[in-house]
């Protein structure tokens, strides 16, 4: 089983630099989301998606695009790079209702130099 | 407000025994789940357990259980008969039904280490 698979696993890039991280999930779920990491800080949500065609900012959407290509798969753009978004990245996904559980990729560790 | 606080930043437990991780939430939708998740030093999420607003009895998932006290807003993980395998960091984290509904939030997360 797959479940929430995220792409790329690591990267670096220049202050400026744009890139887009992949996720897809292969659990019929409806809603995907984007979480930054930070040391201390927990993880904040950056951007969700509740279904196909929609997407709502989360608690630090500054600096994010985000599309939600098909049910299956939400893509995070960061247009111009910058240091403070040195951080992991996790994409979930999951099932809506306040019983379900998100399901979380392996995250993406991005560096901004 | 903080909606999930957990207090304790580290906690030591020696192999084999217990050990509580405190969580304390707030919100004021009557229909809520509370969850608690590991991250291990490889850095995935792990999902543990859950606990539903509505639930009567406390959650259980072999070695985890989950210590509810509605009236205190508290959902406290209890790990028994600690492993090695058990240090990593722990998050608890609370869905609401009708407000933000889709949003999962989280705690800044308690770092559990076991010793020999």
């Known amino acids: 089983n797959a479940g929430v698979t995220q792409t790329p696993k690591f990267q670096v890039l220049k202050t400026g630099q744009s890139m887009t991280l992949q996720c897809a999930q292969d659990m019929n779920h409806n809603s995907m989301y984007w979480y930054r990491q930070d040391p201390g800080m927990g993880l904040r949500l950056i951007y969700y998606s509740a279904s196909e065609g929609t997407t709502d900012k989360g608690e630090v959407p500054n600096g994010y695009n985000v599309s939600r290509l098909n049910k299956r798969e939400f893509s995070l753009r960061l247009e111009s790079a910058a240091p403070s978004q040195t951080s992991v990245y996790f994409c979930?996904?999951?099932?809506?209702?306040?019983?379900?559980?998100?399901?979380f990729g392996d995250g993406t560790r991005l560096s901004i130099l | 407000a903080q909606k999930i606080t957990q207090t304790q930043p580290g906690m030591f437990v020696q192999e084999k025994e217990a050990v509580t991780l405190d969580c304390t939430y707030d919100t004021s939708d009557p229909s809520y789940g509370l969850f608690w998740y590991k991250q291990p030093s490889s850095g995935e999420m792990i999902f543990l357990i859950y606990?539903?607003?509505?639930?009567?009895q406390n959650a259980t998932e072999g070695r985890y259980s989950l210590n509810f006290q509605k009236a205190r807003k508290s959902a406290n993980l209890v790990i028994s008969a600690s492993q090695l395998g058990d240090s990593a960091m722990y998050f608890c984290?609370?869905?609401?039904?009708?407000?933000?509904?889709?949003?999962?939030?989280f705690g800044t997360g308690t770092r559990l280490q076991v010793f020999p």
């Open positions: 984290a609370m869905r609401e039904a009708f407000y933000n509904t889709d949003k999962l939030i």
């Open positions: 606990q539903g607003s509505y639930d009567q």
């Open positions: 979930a996904s999951s099932h809506r209702g306040p019983a379900q559980p998100q399901h």
